[in-house]
């Protein structure tokens, strides 16, 4: 199972970005996404999840609003769309693949996790 992140990079604040993340190796319509996020010198932490079917979202408070998670089944791809950004959105930007999606913001339910992807937003 592989999960590639991509997209990260350097942009103003109130720019917008979209991560992507390609899973090969699984079946990728069986299993929930979420994209979790770690800034320097703190804890990874939960962003946005989103169901096996796409038909629900959720999203941490600090990005709600901004932030849009999605899927495509059809290209095993999930996405980020990032506007508005802000300085504090700062972090590495993991994508990850749960079997259960019971509890989509917990982190250790997560069977699988990508390599990460750096997006810093310049003041």
């Known amino acids: 199972v592989q999960l590639q992140a991509s997209g990260g990079g350097l942009v103003q604040t109130g720019d917008s970005l979209r991560l992507s993340c390609a899973a090969s190796g699984l079946t990728f319509s069986r299993y929930a996404l979420g994209w979790f996020r770690q800034a320097p010198g703190k804890e990874r932490e939960f962003v946005a999840a989103i169901s096996k079917s796409g038909g629900r979202n959720y999203y941490a408070d600090s990005v709600k609003g901004r932030f849009t998670i999605s899927r495509d089944n059809a290209k095993n791809t999930v996405y980020l769309q990032m506007n508005s950004l802000k300085p504090e959105d700062t972090a590495v930007y993991f994508c990850?693949?749960?079997?259960?999606?019971?509890?989509?913001?917990?982190?250790?339910?997560?069977?699988?996790w990508g390599q990460g992807t750096l997006v810093t937003v310049s003041s």
């Open positions: 990850a693949a749960d079997t259960r999606g019971t509890y989509p913001s917990s982190e250790i339910v997560y069977d699988y």
